[in-house]
């Protein structure tokens, strides 16, 4: 993550705008990036009732990215709004906590994957 999105840099501009107490509005932009991002998937996939586009396959590829790294953005610029400020380990804290819920997960769903190989291979 740090090699291609600058959380300094999303530090340093969070709240420029006079609007960084409108959390409300930073969530609602939140949300439009989100439904720009599923517009850009349909597009990319060439979902039935994707909107019409003459790009190609590389150039919707891009434009998916561009609304993924748009929503990370708006979402680093939510979290700065609502972080205490000097207390960069609360955030740190919770973020490591939600990596290790996810590897836990990841690692619950592979170890039921080797179980049903197993269970096939015994069959
Ligand atoms: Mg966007």
């Known amino acids: 993550m740090k090699g291609y999105l600058d959380f300094d840099k999303i530090r340093e501009l969070s709240g420029r705008d006079g609007e960084s107490g409108a959390i409300h509005r930073q969530i609602i932009k939140l949300q439009e990036e989100v439904g720009e991002t599923s517009a850009a998937y349909l597009a990319y996939v060439g979902a039935g009732n994707a909107s ?29 709004a609502l ?7 609360e955030v740190k804290d919770l973020a490591d906590r939600k990596l290790l819920k996810w590897s836990s997960k990841l690692s619950n769903i592979e170890a039921r994957k080797r179980e049903a190989r197993m269970m096939e291979f015994i069959k």
């Open 52 to 80: 019409a586009t003459s790009l190609n396959k590389d150039d919707l590829r891009m434009e998916l990215l561009e609304e993924v790294l748009d929503t990370m953005i708006v979402g680093a610029d939510l979290v700065n």
């Open 83 to 89: 972080s205490v400020p000097g207390d960069e380990k």
